[in-house]
């Protein structure tokens, strides 16, 4: 049985399919969304061999006209050169206004595919069929689509929401482990904002069902977004918890050192700290967050190379600080979560230093 979790953003609300072994028929539900038409299956060549003929074959039986087109996996390929080859290589297949995208792989291709179904031809369709935990509970929902620029990441891009987003948590067993753990920062992230429970059977001696933990944090995510399309009432913003401190490490450790999940691992500990002295979070709740994080091996503690010097300078060009302080999301219960604006750089440069 597949669950059917809604996205509903007040213009053209979409739904989230959740299933085991649901790609097969991947076809069958894009048909109930889009008209059959010409479709670009972009995926990346390690996600290609495992899965794209399935999604092809199940397409064509529903009549789409399908060209697949695959690009290096990694980081890099999300900027600018890979979108106007992609373009290009859809133009070259004939697909047009009528045609559609899907996105067949992690963050790092929803986000490609997304922005490219932005720009052809100003905007066509696109389906999100996310492939790693980080896609699935985070970057396949909400619409945020974009590449790097050379001046930093996620600088260039659209909101673009996709018609469907299929998610079949079978495709995670043949993800590497590092990346399967990677996705718990977020999933870890959305139980200290929203869903105190859910932490604690992250904690429990066995482990909670796969399909069921993907489920629940698509709700959480879909009922942020749905509330806050556009990050303007900053309810979405809460979802930063953990990635001001997060996104410093990932800038100053360079690419390819920490995944995304593992920077932000260590900036939920940073923020559960400063939750403690800024918000009255409890030390037994912080050390829940941190024992959660843990216990999916992430990273808890910070390499003396990485100095707090250098993280509060890329802090301080990613942030405002206003009279001192900056807008710093914080939990004061687990749970629960609001945007401090009195977080100031002291209180960041000891919380960096607990990371030592
Ligand atoms: P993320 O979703 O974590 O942001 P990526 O899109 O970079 O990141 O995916 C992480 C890596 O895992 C890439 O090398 C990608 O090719 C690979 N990958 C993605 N999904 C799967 C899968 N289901 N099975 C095996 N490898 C996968
Ligand atoms: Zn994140």
């Known amino acids: 049985m597949a669950a059917r979790i809604p996205v509903l953003i007040s213009r053209n609300p979409y739904e989230v399919i959740v299933g085991h072994d649901i790609l097969r028929r991947a076809g069958e539900f894009i048909s109930q969304v889009l008209p059959a038409s010409r479709c670009a299956l972009i995926t990346d060549s390690n996600i290609a061999p ?15 006209e399908v060209t ?61 069929i996310p492939t790693t935990v980080v896609a699935q509970v985070d970057s396949s929902l909400g619409g945020k689509t974009g590449v790097n620029s050379r001046k930093g990441k996620n600088l260039l891009g659209a909101f673009h929401q996709p018609s469907l987003v299929i998610t079949d948590v079978n495709t995670l067993d043949t993800l590497p482990k590092r990346e399967f753990n990677e996705g ?23 482990s909670p069902d796969l399909g069921e933990l993907i489920s629940r944090n698509v709700k959480i995510k879909a009922r942020i977004v749905a509330e806050d399309e556009f990050e303007r009432h900053g309810l979405r913003a809460l979802l930063n918890f953990g990635h001001t401190i997060g996104h410093a490490i990932e800038n100053a450790a360079g690419y390819g050192r920490y995944l995304h999940g593992e920077a932000i691992s260590l900036g939920l500990v940073a923020a559960a700290r400063i939750s403690v002295k800024k918000a009255d979070l409890s030390e037994e709740s912080a050390e829940k967050i941190i024992t959660a994080l843990k216990a999916y091996n992430l ?58």
């Open 299 to 356: 990273p808890t503690s910070l390499p003396a190379d990485i100095t707090t010097d250098t993280l509060l300078a890329a802090l301080s060009r990613d942030k405002k600080f206003e009279s001192g302080a900056i807008r710093f999301v914080v939990v004061p219960e687990l749970g629960e979560a609001f945007v401090s604006k009195d977080v100031t750089e002291e209180d960041l440069r000891e919380a960096i230093e607990s990371l030592r």
């Open 50 to 64: 495992l899965y794209a003929e399935t999604v092809e074959t199940s397409l064509e039986a529903a009549g789409f």
């Open 184 to 206: 718990f920062g977020e999933i870890i992230k959305h139980a200290a904002i929203r869903d105190a429970a859910m932490l604690e059977d992250l904690l429990a001696e066995t």
């Open 68 to 128: 697949t087109i695959i690009v290096p996996p990694g980081e890099p390929s999300k900027a600018l050169g890979f979108i106007e080859d992609v373009c290009d290589q859809m133009i070259e297949a004939g697909l047009d206004r009528r045609s559609a995208v899907i996105a067949l792989g992690g963050g790092v291709i929803g986000d490609l595919a997304g922005f490219v179904a932005s720009i052809f031809y100003r905007g066509i369709p696109h389906v999100q």
